[in-house]
């Protein structure tokens, strides 16, 4: 059983991303849980989604210490959710920077992008892959496929699903153009951690 | 998701009438009918409140027709005034009473346990702890209901309303939906005590068959065995499972309770006898735990029955597996055993979520505060009453503008209460269309009738924008495709015989703060009523969305563009205000605010 926790700013798509990997879990077989906190105007707001795949799972949610994986769709979130990493879980980290309000409201500029990644880094050390979702994610057509981007560059580590299972789930989720450039999307976040396997 | 499948059983049991009042976490039950339910031979629309929506259910149930209700928790409490009737005059055709309980809470105004709704109306109550259950369960209680000739109440939690897994779906049963309705005033007129009286008779005859009903339809179940009992329900069953089975022993048994209300004794008796020891493990009240150790006196079954009461588990919040774990292990005696270390946990700034780029109430809000201040009152002299909504957010920094936020409808009528009671200065209530709609226009007949001095402000953004963009009864069609006829909120108003009406465009700034200073001085009932849609729903529908850039050079990094909108799409970085592109919708609030004219159009996008 693998627990999965991504970890977005509302509006990232980190709900579709959840429900994409449920349905691929399904489709492969396994059985799949996810719970998380959606409707209020969670545009712009934390939300995590828990994502559960194994032979049997029961619970929607799991606590702190318990996360095998965590995907990051921003920087502030995902470091928020480090607390939620087991001590041999991996943290794949969208490199993106969308700061809270609250922070920008701060008078002293105490975070920025290259602080935040810092603090990642230094928690972290090895258990950390920071991606440059955003530009995979444009180059497949689209900076809202970022998510997508994150499925490649997870599954390339973890080998949970099937390509085509992949392929079927993105589509079944995301029909029509929007599908299209995820499957790329997912494709490039794939090459991307071959290519950072290769060279490490 | 638990909401999906809520929706397949109900089709798949035949239902004909479907009605609800969007709120979380209920709300995907009707929009799942609405993406997935085209053609069907099935009424599905919003309804203007749960008091109205469970009326319209019960009418179709009256009539042999299954229906089902579907709210929030707070939404039971408005309809609990025609759901106490209903279990004296019961149901012909199967009637389910979907109530969402939200623990946490996550977005909920109370951790309300609607399970006591249950004693307090003597309606069967029942649950389940999956989505495939949920979906099995929903399509079970019709024929519960039907066997009783009562509604039977659904009751979930947020876990079970959102949780996604995998569901292996059923036939759809096919049934002749035709209605009617016999004539039978002892059942139907509740004017008459006698009849009332012998009503709650025939209620208290039906409410000792539930057991045996829910039993024969596989409700509640043991599993494992020994002395020592877990009895849990609903989602804590599933947390129970998951730590019971990371212990690897076979030595502990436990009793899943599904049918909530009433209890089922017969087999908490039996199931208990042989225990030694028992612990509750339940989300929110100690409510099974009190009907166990009721039971645990009245049958003499000499077990020690602990829960929550007893400290095991917390009052408040929800549950979860680690806690649950931690309790079930202290209970057991058994060690903790190596626990995974998280990761540190850095401070960081908090992200609650924010009125969204654009969002008109933004502009509603901070023009309300500077046309206050532009009269010549100082803010903290003129309490603004707030509403339930997406503008509820204005309360956070930057623009904290609402003082209260209480329930549907209350804005209006607090506002009135604090005027009667002689505050002296201006007094504002601040509504939203919907609701507006559902709860506000009572409140509104109460305070022109009595002649209060107050401003109204409502906030028209022409849909239920907070629980997902449902309609409101302004649309002309439904999300069904049923043609309807729009009504007008200012003619509403008007019909009232309020003294001053005024309509404005948020978006028209200037002229929002002018009106408001205008308004607010003048004596009588004065609604001011903003109009301009959501604007993630208008940007959805323009071609194209013109974006705004930050001139560097000009940029000072003064922040009043932030600290003045709090716009999600806008921070500080460097010294420098930036916009994220992706997230602007274009509206120009923060070039409005900003000294230095940095702020500028850069055309659509």
Redesign the interface.
């Given at each position: 059983m693998f627990n999965i926790l991504i970890s977005s700013?509302?509006?990232q798509g980190g709900l579709t991303l959840?429900?994409i990997m449920?349905v691929a879990?399904?489709r492969q077989g396994l059985?799949?849980?996810?719970?998380?906190?959606?409707?209020?105007?969670?545009?712009?707001?934390?939300v995590l989604s828990f994502v559960r795949v194994g032979e049997?799972?029961?619970?929607?949610?799991?606590?702190?210490?318990?996360a095998d994986y965590i995907i990051g769709l921003e920087l502030?979130?995902t470091?928020?959710a480090?607390?939620?990493?087991?001590?041999?879980g991996v943290v794949f980290a969208a490199d993106e920077y969308?700061?809270?309000?609250?922070?920008?409201?701060?008078p002293k500029?105490a975070?920025?992008?290259e602080n935040v990644l810092r603090?990642l880094r230094e928690?972290?050390g090895e258990k950390l892959l920071v991606v440059p979702a955003r530009d995979l994610a444009l180059r497949a057509g689209s900076?809202r496929a970022i998510n997508v981007v994150m499925l490649g560059v997870f599954n390339a580590h973890a080998r949970l699903f099937a390509d085509d299972v992949v392929y079927e789930a993105i589509k079944s989720v995301l029909p029509g153009r929007a599908g299209e450039v995820s499957v790329k999307a997912y494709e490039l976040g794939k090459a991307f951690y071959a290519e950072r396997a290769k060279s490490a | 998701m638990g909401n999906e499948a809520i929706a397949r059983g109900a089709w798949e049991a035949g239902v004909r009438v479907v009605t609800g009042y969007p709120g979380?976490?209920s709300?995907e039950v009707i929009m799942t009918f609405h993406e997935e339910g085209r053609g069907l031979p099935i009424y599905v629309e919003w309804a203007v409140n749960e008091r109205v929506a469970f009326e319209i259910a019960y009418g179709a149930a009256i009539g042999g027709v299954r229906a089902l209700v579907t709210m929030k928790a707070p939404g039971l409490n408005v309809a609990s005034d025609p759901v106490l009737s209903a279990a004296y005059s019961g149901v012909e055709g199967g009637l389910v009473i979907l109530v969402a309980d939200d623990p946490?809470p996550?977005?909920t105004q109370t951790e309300q346990d609607s399970r006591w709704y249950a004693k307090l109306s003597k309606l069967p109550m029942f649950t389940a702890?999956?989505p495939q259950e949920a979906k099995d369960t929903v399509k079970r209680l019709f024929r519960v209901s039907e066997e009783l000739k009562l509604p039977v109440i659904f009751r979930t939690t947020?876990?079970l309303n959102?949780?996604?897994?995998?569901v292996v779906l059923g036939e759809v049963e096919e049934r002749d939906a035709r209605p009617s309705f016999k004539k039978d005033p002892p059942r139907f007129v509740r004017a008459g005590m006698k009849w009332n009286l012998e009503r709650h008779a025939w209620l208290n005859g039906v409410l000792r068959r539930v057991e045996e009903v829910a039993s024969s339809l596989g409700f509640n179940k043991v599993e494992g065995s020994g002395e020592y009992c877990v009895v849990t329900e609903g989602?804590a069953y599933?947390?129970v499972?998951?730590a019971l089975?990371g212990l690897g022993e076979a030595r502990v048994k436990v009793l899943r309770v599904d049918q909530l209300y009433p209890v089922p004794s017969k087999f908490l008796a039996e199931n208990l006898s042989s225990c030694r020891r028992v612990i509750v493990v339940e989300e929110l009240d100690p409510y099974l735990e009190a009907e166990v150790k009721k039971l645990a006196y009245e049958e003499r079954l000499g077990a020690e029955v602990m829960g929550k009461e007893e400290g095991l588990l917390p009052l408040e919040g929800e549950l979860?597996?680690?806690?649950v774990k931690g309790a079930l292990y202290r209970w057991l005696g058994v060690p903790q055993g190596q626990?995974?270390?998280?990761?540190?946990?850095?401070r960081?700034?908090?992200?609650?979520?924010?009125?969204?780029p654009g969002c008109p109430h933004a502009f509603s809000y901070i023009a309300l505060k500077l046309g206050i201040a532009r009269a010549g009152y100082k803010l903290s002299e003129v309490p603004v009453f707030g509403d339930i909504g997406?503008y509820a957010?204005s309360v956070?920094?930057?623009i904290e503008a609402i003082w209260t936020e209480h329930s549907m409808g209350a804005s209006i009528s607090m506002a009135m209460g604090l005027k009667v009671a002689g505050y002296d200065k201006p007094v504002v209530a601040t509504i939203g269309d919907s609701t507006f709609f559902h709860a506000g226009i009572p409140s509104l007949i109460e305070a022109v009738h009595k002649r209060v001095d107050m401003l109204v402000l409502i906030l028209d953004n022409r849909v239920v924008?907070?629980?997902?963009h449902q309609s409101t009864p302004s649309w002309e069609v439904t999300e069904s495709g049923r043609q309807a006829r729009g009504i007008d909120i200012v003619e509403v108003v008007k019909s009232i015989g309020v003294d001053e009406v005024a309509v404005v465009d948020p978006y028209d700034f200037n002229k929002m703060v002018e009106t408001v200073a205008s308004m607010i001085k003048r004596p009588g009932v004065k609604v001011l009523v903003a109009q301009h849609p959501c604007r993630?729903m208008e940007v959805r529908q323009l071609k194209t969305v013109k974006k705004y850039r930050v001139i560097e050079d000009k940029c000072t990094g003064c922040?009043a563009c932030?600290?003045v909108t709090?716009?999600?799409a806008?921070?500080?970085?460097?010294?420098k205000a930036k916009i994220?592109e992706?997230?602007c919708t274009g509206c120009g609030l923060c070039a409005r605010f900003c000294p230095y004219k940095a702020i500028v159009e850069v055309g659509g996008a």
């Open positions: 700013v509302g509006g959840s429900r449920a879990a399904v059985s799949a849980r996810t719970g998380e906190t959606l409707g209020m105007a969670q545009r712009f707001g934390s049997d799972v029961q619970s929607p949610i799991f606590g702190p210490g318990e502030f979130e470091v928020r480090t607390r939620y990493l087991r001590d041999t969308k700061p809270p309000v609250s922070a920008s409201l701060s500029p975070w920025g992008r603090s928690t972290l900076a | 979380t976490p709300s946490g996550h977005t702890s999956t947020t876990r959102h949780a996604v897994g995998d989602v599933n947390y499972y998951e089975r979860n597996p680690s806690l626990e995974s270390t998280p990761a540190a946990d850095v960081l700034p908090e992200r609650p979520p924010p009125l969204c997406c957010l956070n920094r930057p924008a907070m629980t997902g993630l922040r932030v600290n709090g716009c999600p806008l921070y500080i970085e460097d010294g994220v992706d997230d």
